[in-house]
C-alpha cells in the first residue's frame, strides 16, 4: 500500500471548500514596482484552529500557518504537465544517496526564528518526531510511513532515510512545516492540547503573529528576520473571519476584504462586473460524481450503470449548474494531469444506446407507465446529496430529468452531512452525488482498490475489480514514475469500462481579487502561493 | 386586603419571543412567573429560594444529559467536519482516537460528567483550548451585545407602548401596532441582511459585521471606543428592535388593564392630574411584569443570539454554538448548552425575587 493514500474526499459541503487549482499564469495583473507597505485583508468562513501546525487539522489553518513556519522546499505548480517538481526553501538544495534510500537536505544557515536562535536540522528532526509520536496522533502521519529516520548531520546538514524507493519520496519528506525544538520539546505531547501556542508561537517564514482576536481577526505582519531580503513586500497580511458566504460576497464588493477564495458560480458576474474586482478561475483538482452502489441490483449489472452514465448530460450540467466554470469528467484521474490516459474513450450522451442497453439487460416498460420494469418491478433508484450543497442538488435534479428521459425513476433526496457519510459507510444507498478533491499525488488506491471488511477505505461502492487490484499493486511498487504511467493507463481504462462512477464534471475554482492587491499567484497550491511577492498601492477602504 | 389586578388582556394577545431572543412570553400577567407562593413573608421566600437553588443541579443536569444525547444521535462526528483533501481514512481514524470519539458512549458521558463535576469542561475540538476559557472569552462581547439590544427593547418598546395607549385605538395605536406586529414579524436574518444593505453597503454610515475594525489594535483608548460603537450599533439595534416590538405590545396590554381598573377610576375621582395618573397610578403597576421580562431575558446576556451575532460576525456566545454545532465540537456544544441552562435558571429565580422585593402585594404586606 501506498504510504499515504490522500485522495481525499473534500467534501465538506458546500460550507467550507478550499479551492485549488492548477499551474496558473500569473493571474493578477502587476502594475509599477513593488513597493513595501499595506495591508491585504482577505475573508475567511472558520478560525485558525491552533499556532501548533500538529494540533491544527483543517485546510485553512494549514495554509496560514505556511506563512509563519518554514517548509524543507516548496511544491511547484507544475504537476499537471509532469509530476511534481520542487523550489528550495529552508533547503537550499538537496541530494540523494546512490540506492535512493537516503536523501540530504542542505539548510539555509541565513535562516532563523523570530527570537534570534537559528533554524537547525535539530529542528527537522524534531519535527519529524513530532508528525509520528503516537501520543499525539497526528492525521496525516501515513506520509512518513516509509520514513525510517532523520539524522541530524550537523546543523545546516539533515538527512532522511527511506525503507523503500518510491517515486514520492520528496513529496513525503517535505510534508509538514518546520517548528522549533528549542521552545517546543520540553512540553510533553500528552500536554500538547492544554498548551496556549500563541505564545509559544515562533515565526520563520515571511510573516509572524501580530494579533488574534478569536471569531474576529488573525493579524500577520512582515517577519523582519525572514532570510529573504527585502520580503514580503506586505507589512500586514489579515484575516477577517465572516461565518458566512453571503456576507463574505458582501465585503468583498464593498472593498472591505481584499480577497475571497470560492465564489460560488452564480456570483461569478457580479465579482467580474465589478469595477475594482477581478475573477481568477482555474481548475481545482476537484471533480463531482456518482457513486452507485454496486452491491445492490440492479446497480450490480455493468450494463444498467452504463446506461445510467449515458443517459446523463454532462454539458447541460457544467452550463446550467456550474454556468460554464466547470468541464465534463472522463475518468478516475483529472483531465489535465499527467497520469491521465489520454486515449481513454470518454462515455458519451447517448440516451438511444441507454434504452438499448437498459432493454439487453432485460428492463422495459410493460405497463406502459413510462417508467421500465423488469418482474414487474420498476426500475427506481434513490439519488441522495447533502443538503449543504446547492450546486449539487441542482445536479441531482437534472440527472432525475435525464434518466426519467430513459424510463428510469430516481428520486433526489437531500440529507445534511453527517447522515450522508453515515449511510455512505453503512452501504446504505442507491446513488450519491459527491465530490473529490484530488492530492497533487495521483494514487487510486484508496477509492478504487477493494477493501477488506471493517478496513478503513473510500472505496464507498463495493467495487472490486481483481485486475485493478493488482495494477493498483504494481503501481505502489513502482519505484520511478515513468513506470507507474502504463500501469495507471490501464487502471484508468479498466473504471471507466466498469462505471462504478458516472463521472460528472471537472470543478473550477473561482477568486475574487481587488483590484489594489498586484503581484499575486493565485493558483491551486494555496492562495498565498506567492504572497511575499504581493504588493498593493493603497490601503484597504 | 390586596387588590388583584384584573388579568383581562383588552383582547390583545402577547406575542411569543423569536427564538433569537432566547425568552419566553411571561406566564402570566401582573404576578410573578411560577412560584406563586413567593406572595407570603421573607420566610417563604427563603425557603423557596433554598428550593429553587437545589432543583439548579438536576436541572442543569438534564439540559446536557439531553443535549448530549441529541448530539450523538445526529450521524457523524467532528472528524467528519475537517475540511482537509489530505485527511486519509486512516487519519479520520486517529482523529476519533485523538479526541476519544471511539470510546463507547457512555465511556464518553461519563468521562465529560466526571470532568465536569471537578470543574473541568474539558477542551474544545475547535479551538483546542480549554471550553471555559473559549466561552469566557465570549461572554463579554455576548453580555455587551444583548444588555444595549435590551436597553434598547426597554425604551422603545415603552415609547411605542405609551404612545399606543394615549389612544387605545387611535390612529397612533393602530399604526403602532402595525409597526410592532410587522417588526415583529420579520425574521432576525432577514431584518440583519436588510440593515447591513441598507446601512452598511449603500449609505456607509456604519461596519457591516465585527466588533472591531480591522485597525483597532493601532486606535488610542478613545478612537477604539467609538471604533467599538460604530460596530455595535447595527446588532444591537436589529435585536433591540425586533424585541421592543414584542415589548411595546405586552406593555400596551398591561397599560390597558391598568387603565381600566377600580384604583385608576378611584384616583381620578380624587381630582389627580394626568400626568400623576400616568407616571404614579399607571405606569408603576404596569411596569411591575417587566421585571419577569427581564429575569426571562436575562439568559440571553448570556447565550446570546445566534443568528444576530452570526449574521454580524459578532464575537459572541451565540456565534460560538453554531460553529461549535456545525464542527460536532462535542464539548464546546455542552459547555455553551450547560452554562445556558444554569442562566435560565438563575434568570427566573431573579425574576420571581425581585418581583417579590418590588411588589408589595407579593411581600405579602400590602
Redesign the interface.
Known amino acids: 500500500m501506498g504510504s499515504?493514500?490522500?485522495l481525499?474526499?473534500?467534501c465538506?459541503a458546500a460550507?467550507?471548500?478550499?479551492g485549488?487549482q492548477r499551474a496558473a499564469p500569473p493571474s493578477a495583473t502587476t502594475r509599477g514596482a513593488p513597493a513595501p507597505g499595506g495591508?491585504v485583508?482577505v475573508g475567511l468562513l472558520?478560525?485558525l484552529?491552533?499556532w501548533?501546525p500538529y494540533?491544527?487539522?483543517?485546510?485553512?489553518s494549514?495554509q496560514i500557518l505556511r506563512l509563519v513556519y518554514p517548509s524543507l522546499a516548496i511544491e511547484q505548480t507544475d504537476y499537471r504537465t509532469h509530476p511534481p517538481a520542487f523550489a528550495p526553501d529552508l533547503a537550499t538544495s538537496w541530494e540523494w544517496s546512490e540506492d535512493h534510500l537516503a536523501l540530504t537536505f542542505h539548510l539555509n544557515p541565513k535562516a532563523t526564528w523570530s527570537d534570534g536562535v537559528p533554524v537547525t536540522s535539530e529542528d527537522v528532526v524534531f519535527t519529524w518526531r513530532t508528525q509520528t509520536a503516537p501520543d499525539?496522533?497526528?492525521?496525516?502521519?501515513?506520509s512518513k510511513d516509509s520514513i525510517d529516520d532523520v539524522e541530524a548531520v550537523d546543523p545546516a546538514t539533515v538527512r532522511f532515510h527511506y525503507s523503500r524507493v518510491y517515486p514520492y519520496q520528496l513529496m513525503d519528506a517535505n510534508d509538514g512545516v518546520i517548528v522549533p525544538a528549542h521552545r517546543w520539546s520540553q512540553i510533553p505531547y500528552g500536554r500538547w492540547?492544554?498548551t496556549?501556542?500563541r505564545q509559544l508561537a515562533l515565526a520563520a517564514g515571511p510573516f509572524r503573529i501580530?494579533?488574534h482576536?478569536?471569531?474576529?481577526?488573525i493579524?500577520l505582519e512582515r517577519n523582519p528576520t525572514y532570510w529573504r531580503a527585502g520580503r514580503p513586500y506586505l507589512d500586514r497580511l489579515?484575516f477577517?473571519?465572516?461565518?458566512?458566504r453571503?456576507?463574505l460576497l458582501?465585503?468583498l464588493?464593498?472593498g472591505?476584504v481584499d480577497l475571497l477564495e470560492n465564489v460560488p458560480p452564480e456570483d461569478a458576474e457580479r465579482v467580474r462586473d465589478a469595477p475594482d474586482l477581478h475573477l481568477i478561475v482555474f481548475p481545482d483538482?476537484g471533480y463531482s460524481q456518482i457513486r452507485w452502489n454496486l452491491r445492490r441490483p440492479p446497480l450490480d449489472d455493468v450494463r444498467v450503470r452504463r446506461a445510467l452514465s449515458e443517459a446523463i448530460d454532462r454539458r447541460l450540467i457544467v452550463d446550467v449548474v456550474y454556468d460554464g466554470f466547470a468541464r465534463p469528467s472522463l475518468g478516475p484521474v483529472l483531465s489535465d494531469m499527467w497520469a491521465f490516459d489520454t486515449h481513454l474513450e470518454p462515455v458519451p450522451h447517448d440516451p438511444a444506446d441507454a434504452r438499448r442497453l437498459l432493454a439487453e439487460a432485460g428492463w422495459r416498460d410493460s405497463d406502459g407507465d413510462g417508467v421500465l420494469d423488469r418482474d414487474g418491478q420498476p426500475l427506481s433508484l434513490e439519488l441522495l446529496t447533502n443538503a449543504e450543497s446547492e450546486l449539487r442538488q441542482d445536479t441531482c435534479l437534472l440527472v432525475q430529468e435525464d434518466l426519467a428521459g430513459v424510463g428510469i425513476q430516481a428520486e433526489p433526496r437531500f440529507v445534511?452531512?453527517?447522515?450522508l457519510?453515515?449511510?455512505e459507510r453503512k452501504g446504505d444507498f442507491d446513488g450519491i452525488i459527491s465530490r473529490w478533491?484530488?492530492?497533487t499525488m495521483v494514487d487510486l488506491w484508496?477509492v478504487w482498490h477493494s477493501a477488506a471488511p471493517g478496513e478503513?477505505?473510500?472505496n464507498s461502492t463495493g467495487y472490486a475489480n481483481p485486475e485493478v487490484d493488482q495494477l493498483l499493486g504494481q503501481i505502489d511498487e513502482a519505484t520511478t514514475f515513468s513506470a507507474q504511467k502504463p500501469l495507471l493507463d490501464r487502471v484508468q481504462q479498466l473504471i471507466v469500462a466498469d462505471q462504478p462512477y458516472t463521472f460528472l464534471v471537472e470543478t473550477m475554482a473561482l477568486v475574487g481579487l481587488n483590484d489594489r492587491v498586484h503581484g499575486a499567484d493565485i493558483n491551486d497550491a494555496g492562495p498565498y502561493f506567492n504572497v511575499d511577492q504581493w504588493y498593493v498601492n493603497t490601503e484597504?477602504q | 386586603m390586596p387588590v388583584r389586578t384584573s388579568t383581562s388582556t383588552s383582547g390583545t394577545s402577547t406575542p411569543s419571543r423569536s427564538e433569537s431572543h432566547g425568552r419566553g412570553a411571561p406566564s402570566t400577567r401582573g404576578a410573578p412567573a411560577g412560584e406563586g407562593s413567593l406572595r407570603a413573608g421573607p420566610t417563604v421566600v427563603r425557603r423557596v429560594l433554598v428550593r429553587r437553588l437545589a432543583t439548579l443541579l438536576p436541572l442543569a443536569w438534564l439540559v446536557v444529559t439531553l443535549t448530549f444525547v441529541v448530539v450523538h444521535a445526529a450521524p457523524g462526528s467532528y472528524a467528519d467536519t475537517i475540511d482537509n483533501p489530505r485527511l486519509t481514512p486512516q487519519g479520520r481514524a486517529l482523529l476519533m482516537q485523538r479526541y476519544g470519539l471511539d470510546q463507547p458512549l457512555l465511556t464518553q458521558y461519563l468521562r465529560w460528567l466526571g470532568a465536569v463535576v471537578t470543574g473541568d469542561l474539558g477542551t474544545s475540538f475547535l479551538f483546542q483550548e480549554p471550553v471555559s476559557e473559549v466561552i469566557g472569552r465570549a461572554l463579554p462581547p455576548t453580555a455587551l451585545l444583548a444588555g444595549t439590544a435590551l436597553f434598547l427593547d426597554l425604551v422603545l418598546g415603552l415609547v411605542l407602548a405609551l404612545a399606543a395607549v394615549r389612544r387605545p385605538y387611535g390612529i397612533v395605536d393602530r399604526l403602532t401596532t402595525v409597526l410592532a406586529l410587522g417588526l415583529y414579524g420579520l425574521p432576525t436574518f432577514w431584518l440583519a441582511g436588510i440593515a447591513i444593505l441598507v446601512f452598511a453597503v449603500w449609505l456607509g454610515w456604519l461596519p457591516p459585521s465585527h466588533m472591531h475594525g480591522i485597525d483597532a489594535d493601532r486606535l488610542g483608548a478613545a478612537a477604539r471606543l467609538a471604533d467599538l460603537v460604530r460596530h455595535l450599533l447595527l446588532p444591537a439595534l436589529t435585536l433591540g428592535v425586533v424585541g421592543a416590538a414584542a415589548t411595546a405590545r405586552y406593555l400596551r396590554a398591561t397599560l390597558l388593564d391598568v387603565q381600566s381598573s377600580r384604583w385608576l377610576l378611584a384616583a381620578r375621582a380624587r381630582g389627580l392630574s394626568e400626568r400623576r395618573l400616568l407616571w404614579v397610578h399607571t405606569l408603576r403597576p404596569a411596569l411591575l411584569p417587566v421585571i419577569t421580562l427581564l429575569g426571562l431575558s436575562l439568559p440571553l446576556l448570556v447565550s446570546g443570539s445566534v443568528v444576530v451575532e452570526t449574521v454580524f460576525s459578532w464575537p459572541g456566545t451565540g456565534r460560538l454554538l453554531w460553529w461549535a454545532a456545525q464542527a460536532r465540537d462535542v464539548p464546546l456544544i455542552l459547555g455553551i448548552t450547560l452554562v445556558g441552562a444554569v442562566a435560565v435558571i438563575v434568570g427566573n429565580l431573579a425574576a420571581d425575587l425581585l418581583y417579590a422585593a418590588a411588589d408589595p402585594r407579593a411581600r405579602g404586606d400590602a
Open positions: 499515504a493514500r490522500r481525499v474526499f473534500a465538506l460550507t467550507l471548500v478550499v485549488c495591508t485583508v472558520g478560525d484552529q491552533s501548533n494540533l491544527a487539522e483543517d485546510e485553512d494549514y499525539l496522533g497526528w492525521p496525516y502521519a501515513s492540547r492544554d496556549d501556542w501580530a494579533s482576536e478569536p471569531q474576529q481577526q493579524t489579515v477577517r473571519i465572516v461565518p458566512s453571503s456576507s458582501t465585503q464588493l464593498t472591505d483538482r445534511e452531512w453527517g447522515t457519510l453515515a449511510r478533491i484530488e492530492p484508496e478503513p477505505t473510500l484597504p
